[in-house]
């Protein structure tokens, strides 16, 4: 453990040194994130998820510095190169750009017109020129280096070789590469220019055919929206600084000498050269590269809140559905589940062909209604949903609500491997069907199944950084998972995989020996699975849940590890801990602070007691459902001014957009969501939510459909009220918006970008 590394992250997090030891100390054992912030809040000092998932990455970054540094020095060394002075500037560099700023000059590379040129042993001509002393000529000292056995032919040759030498020097300097990156991004405008002959091919990027934006104030979204044009070959993109300003930024490093002297003159076109060949080219390269970086930091950020959003959406609970994925042509595909979600009858119905096929689907679907008592009906929002939903709504069946359900993501699912493992004997259109029912039942333990970014709740996902969105959706998904809490005798292996210290060959060992064995009947018995050891029981047993298990804290997130205090304080007060857990007036004896032990302080103890009170909760809201407005099935159905019923399905920095049952999602710009300033979209609006909307626009053409939140009337523009300046958030970790000072890509990854356009 780094101490300088616990250092600096206490100071850029703000906290205690000793929590990020802690923390650290706890990572490095083998800690889950979920674990440590939930049962080891004596040791970090009650810190949540956010600090301890920060403390993590920031680790993890400062572990890739050091790795980077390590090669750094060696590779110099090995150069012969390797002075104490740099040795020092490399060992004190805090970022990634600095550290490759100062090994750039022996960065092995390709070879360049200065290479060559030092071949011809023209580096002492370069030398003398570069140190501007006056009475110097140029030409005159360049007379001397002649030499047709080294290929210089001229004067002319010789001074334009020594110009290619003083160009890359310039090139290579840290302080002026960080001078102009930080110019870069104060003076850089991205411009965004339409490729011709693609104009209608590549309409949807028609905002961006003459487009020209501040490096420094472009969101996420379109970078991101610039950068897919310019990779689908719409768009041409370019970041450009004022040049004239750029060049008076090299001038003023390098050239020391009056404008008449002779060799500055050779210095300043050296410069020139250096700017136009070189360092445009590599400070765009890096410019691209920070603010892509910059723009999947937020995009990532967008995903994952509003992935926690959806997983964390309203269960319907343990109710009998029957799920339909709608469809002309093919039919709706029908099928029933019990309260579990198992699978009990599945057909296929037409209500959108002949009489007598609907007819016969009106007789279907009462029939398997009354037979396996189905108490919902889930309706997939695709193709065909709106007149799925008015057939069943016709049918007027009582006491049974109808819901529609957002299917992305479904038919991924249901091709799946997970799919074919569960139903090997069905096709995928029963799948399909199965999904959107537990959907329904239980969205967490149904969508865990699924990749997260075919759910269909992120902006440009699929053009941000794979690995880093990877790691940050799994880290939501976790916490979700664990949040809720896994009922041990029904989890899928999908879910169980996500269990704090599991996995998935933990959780594979688990169903197999549920399969094998029977049902648990206590936390203790995992430890009798195979592979199961007491470093995995430790971090998943509080967060698995085994109903009517033998010790009734078997079915509450109290951990295993703290029982034996809860049955001390039971017997304190001369009852059972399953009378402490049913009757409130007894838990409102109980002292906490008599239970304080080297192991454990009042964080864990009132935790406790919370959980005695309500255990196993479920942190989620109660289910509740939305209604489409009847009569709008299409876009060609809207009309402005038009006030509907929506659902929140995906919300990004630009706006929310929302379901209003016409197959197509309309958008809420961030400046019709409120008549007041609205910083964040999702300040206003979550995934999942109800929402009252006007229609403002309908875009046949374009499929766009513009929605508003704001009464009709209530017109008036957004109040730019400047919002306050905030304060730092305590654990908030290190804004990618700085990424320029984080990181900087390799060579091959930078010449990919160089090559781009």
Known sequence: MNPVHINKISIELNLKEKQVTATAGLLAEGGTVPFIS???????????????SSIRDRLEQLEELDDR????LESIEKQGKLTDELKEKINA?????????LYLPYKPKRRTRATMAREKGLEPLATLIFEQKPGVDPKTEAAQFINAELKVASVDEALAGARDIIAEWINEDANLRAAMRQFYLEKGLFDSKGIKGKEVEGVKFKDYFDWKEPVKGAPSHRVLAMRRGENEEFLMLRVVVPEQEALSILKEMFLKAPDNNLCASQVEMAIDDCFKRLLSLSMETEIRLLTKQAADEEAIKVFAANLRQLLMASPLGQKNVLAMDPGFRTGCKVVCLDAQG?????????ITQSDEQRDEAVNTVKTLCERYKVQFIAIGNGTASRETENFVRSLKLSNIQTVMVNENGASIYSASEVAREEFADYDVTVRGSVSIGRRLQDPLAELVKIDPKSIGVGQYQHDVDQPRLKKSLDDVVISCVNQVGVELNSASKQLLMYVSGLGPALALSIVEYRNSKGAFSSREELKKVPKIGIKAFEQAAGFLRIRGACHPLDASGVHPESYGVVETMARDLGVSVLDLMKEENLRNKIDVHKYVTDTIGLPTLFDIKDELAKPGRDPRAQFESVQ??????KMEDLKPGMELNGVVTNITNFGAFVDVGVHQDGLVHISAMSSKYVK??????????????????????RKRIGLSMRKPGDN???????????????GGGTSRLNILNQSVKQPTQQR???YRW
């Open 38 to 52: 939930r049962y080891r809040k004596e040791m970090t000092g009650g810190l949540d998820e956010v600090e301890v």
């Open 69 to 72: 540094r390590k090669t750094v």
């Open 93 to 101: 560099a805090q970022t990634m750009a600095v550290l490759e700023d």
């Open 342 to 350: 198992k699978l009990l009858y599945n057909t296929a119905i037409y």
């Open 628 to 633: 489409f407005k009847e009569g709008v099935e």
């Open 680 to 701: 964040n979209p999702a300040e206003i609006v979550k995934v999942g939510q109800k929402v009252l909307v006007w229609v403002t626009e309908v875009d046949l053409t």
């Open 716 to 730: 008036k523009p957004q109040q730019q009220v400047k919002p306050k300046q905030e304060a730092k958030p305590k």
């Open 752 to 754: 990919k970008e160089l």
